[in-house]
């Protein structure tokens, strides 16, 4: 029987870990099938519960659909979820959301989220950017009510519009929070 020595257990080693990064690169995977299947789901129930929103849509030029953000917190928070960006109804790309928080909070929640590109220059920075974070261009509309909703969004004169919806659950507190958004291949 032979002792492998150091050299031969990290090249073997090396070269497993190759072989298994190689099997996660998404060829051949349901995840973006499964994606868009949620991405359709979102906006059919965006469409049929904030009518104006459709109007919205009509005017970006393109939208980023995350159907399902999950995110939780006890101090330090955390969130992710994966989405779709669509351009003329068609899915160009394939985004995560990550969100990280601190302060005061307690709770978890689930919710989606559509960002609607009102502009080809903040669509185009969004997507030239390796990865985009949240900030002071979006305008945020947080109604559940559909009143309020129509009110807010038709009148928006933002680059991004961003609508949240659909909320589950509680988390409650004061918290300083950002989200980022990057390419991904599901």
């Given at each position: 029987m032979s002792i492998l020595s150091r050299r031969e257990f990290t090249l073997g080693a090396l070269g497993a870990a190759g072989f298994t990064a190689a099997c996660g690169n998404g060829i051949g995977s349901t995840g973006p099938q499964t994606i868009d299947a949620r991405v359709d789901?979102?906006?059919?129930?965006?469409?049929?519960?904030?009518?104006?929103?459709?109007?919205?849509?009509?005017?970006?030029?393109?939208?980023?659909?995350?159907?399902?953000?999950?995110?939780a917190g006890l101090g330090i928070g955390g969130g992710y979820g994966r989405g779709a960006l669509r351009i003329n109804n068609s899915t160009v790309d394939y985004?995560?959301?990550?969100?990280?928080?601190?302060?005061?909070?307690?709770?978890?929640?689930?919710?989606?989220?559509?960002?609607?590109?009102?502009?080809?220059?903040?669509?185009?920075?969004?997507?030239?950017?390796?990865?985009?974070?949240?900030?002071?261009?979006?305008?945020?509309?947080?109604?559940?009510v559909a009143e309020n909703?129509?009110?807010?969004?038709?009148t928006s004169v933002a680059p991004v519009v961003a609508v949240i919806f659909g909320q589950a659950g509680l988390l409650a507190g004061v918290s300083l929070e950002g989200m980022k958004y990057s390419r991904i291949i599901p």
């Open positions: 789901t979102t906006l059919s129930y965006l469409y049929n519960n904030y009518p104006s929103t459709r109007t919205l849509s009509e005017k970006s030029t393109g939208i980023l659909v995350m159907p399902l953000v999950t995110e985004y995560s959301a990550t969100k990280g928080s601190v302060g005061l909070q307690i709770g978890a929640q689930q919710f989606a989220h559509v960002l609607f590109f009102m502009t080809e220059d903040a669509l185009s920075r969004f997507r030239r950017s390796s990865g985009w974070a949240a900030g002071a261009d979006i305008e945020y509309v947080f109604k559940d909703l129509r009110a807010e969004t038709t």
